[in-house]
């Protein structure tokens, strides 16, 4: 039996076995969706956000890619955002990267002209932020901690988005989170990135990246 066989094989065994275990089931989703999520992860095929937090069919709105890149400059990343914020009322956003990505090793390992090269110039972007802490860890603790730091560079991404901060001054509910996927456990992972309003997202952002203070100069005495 060919793959395609065999898939269309399982749809019609889990179809018939929905329509018995929950009848008219399918027939309520289809006619509306009310995600309780937008998820932003990456597209590795370990990494499936119904497997992972357990949630029936119509509970998550999915957008993936590459290292779990929210771009700012991507009409895809724009789309998915506005639709889901604006159009579905999605109360969760959440963020989801994982150790063991390939995508972050690949950034920090090489660059090129490739497409994906391209794209992942983005959390080489995030790399170079944060190269001082980066360089300091041991080589095999590097691509962790840049996952880390590329989710959070992402919920910040999203919080900085007009489409966000529309919807937290209008005073919807709109919270974006950040968390992080071992492969090796199973286990989601907070990284304290947790925003409800435009409040909270620049709390965090003053204190986890203080700017400098402007004082001003003494004035020269004449004598």
């Known amino acids: 039996m060919s793959s395609i066989e065999k898939m269309l094989a399982y749809n019609r065994q889990w179809s018939e076995q929905i329509r018995q275990e929950n009848p008219g089931y399918l027939e309520t989703i289809a006619a509306d969706q009310q995600p309780e999520i937008l998820w932003i992860g990456c597209s590795d095929s370990r990494v499936g956000p119904d497997q992972l937090i357990g949630l029936p069919m119509g509970s998550i709105f999915v957008h993936r890619n ?12 724009l789309a998915v955002l506005e639709y889901a914020v604006d159009e579905l009322k999605v109360p969760n956003i959440v963020v989801c990267g994982h150790y063991g990505c390939g995508g972050i ?113 003494h004035m020269l005495r004449v004598e």
């Open 66 to 77: 590459v290292a779990n890149i929210f771009a700012t400059n991507d009409l895809n990343c």
């Open 105 to 217: 090793k690949a950034a920090l390992e090489h660059s090129g002209v490739q497409p994906v090269d391209l794209w992942l110039d983005q959390v080489r972007f995030v790399r170079n932020r944060y190269s001082a802490e980066l360089d300091q860890l041991p080589i095999a603790e590097r691509a962790n901690r840049l996952a880390e730091r590329n989710v959070e560079s992402q919920v910040y991404n999203i919080c900085r988005n007009t489409i966000i901060r529309e919807a937290w001054k209008r005073g919807q509910e709109v919270n974006v989170i950040g968390v992080i996927y071992d492969i090796h456990d199973g286990l989601l992972k907070q990284l304290g990135l947790e925003f409800r309003s435009q409040q909270d997202w620049e709390r965090h952002d003053r204190r986890t990246h203080p700017r400098p203070s402007h004082t001003t100069p």
